[in-house]
């Protein structure tokens, strides 16, 4: 005899009153949840591939968008913040990074975080667009301190998430960058924000400073206190292999450090440091010796008599200073050149870009559509 066969009054005859409702209620609240579930009222759209967009430090999702009105999103990539519902399906979405307070300062849209906080707001993002979207392929692509958010993400997961994931990483300083320096020597000569220009506030943030490399030979970075934060980031990279399907990798090569592109005033360099000078607190020509120290095969040197021009074979015997896009050396933007990273069996795409500032490396479209289009092939 099945219940499922037999009247309610015929079963609280056999059963009893107590018994009927305990075999009746596992049906009940079954039934109730199903209804009344969140997912059950909003079913989420199935989507083949979703592409994250992720900012650097001292950004915006606005850097993305010259990418957004190419035809391969046609302005159609909403902006997902922390704790804010995903309301739009899409193929494209752009990540936010949270505000933080740190040492009485409030730092934007991620600059106060480390790189593992920035992480887990990757993974609420992730999460936050699968309540709205279920993909089969998920691209991270980020740029500068993004690509190092994206990391710590993949890097700390403990189960493989439903959906195969590629990473794209364009001018991230994987290994660090001498530029973090810069906001390590503020720091520990006493200056804070309000003592220079807004337009360069952000070199006093947290963000800057765990980017910091620190170097005892020309051609490697070395583990340091100054370096602590980006060593901790890398001890994990032998992991991304088991995590993602597959790599891209844009860098820029043909700018050293401190210039911005052809004809543009370069920082570190000559006249155009002695102008920039008053702009930042201290001595200029000191602050400048603590970020290139162990770079460079001077111990000191005036602004200008000794420039620092990466001529002849500089260029050859100084990587992490006379190659790079201004901000970040070309070494250090490639994923695959990072000690500990192996691949295995996975596909990496480089690309290569010449003369293009940090700041610009967002709006070679072309570029990046090649290489999202490749990478949404190589995942399997």
Known sequence: MHLQSLHPRKLIRIFGVTEFLLAVMPWVLACSAILISPNARAATTAVDTVTLLVHGTNSSPTTWNDLVKSPLFANVCPIV?????????????????????????????????????????????????AKKVSAKKVILAAHSRGGLA?????????????????????????????FGRIGVWMRDNHYGPDDTIDDLRFVFSPSVRYMASDHKSPLQPVNSAVSAEIWKLNAGAKTLASRVSSFGVIYSTGL????????DCNLLDGFCALLSAPLLPGSFDKMLGFTLRNIADINKRSLLPDTWRCDGDRQTRYPWACDGDGIVPAVSQRLNLLPGFNRGTRPLRVAALTRVPHTAETGRVTVIVNMLSQLQKDIR
């Open 150 to 178: 994206a990391r710590a993400y993949l890097q700390s997961l403990t189960a493989l998430p439903k959906f195969k994931i590629a990473l794209l990483t364009i001018g991230t300083p994987h290994q660090g960058t001498p």
């Open 81 to 129: 913040r922390l704790g804010v519902p995903v309301t739009q399906v899409s193929r494209c979405y752009r990540y936010q990074f949270a505000d933080r307070r740190v040492d009485n300062e409030v730092w934007t849209r991620g600059d106060g975080a480390t790189f593992f906080q920035l992480g887990k707001e990757v993974q609420a993002a992730l999460d936050n667009i």
């Open 256 to 263: 050293y450090l401190g210039q911005k592109g052809y004809g």
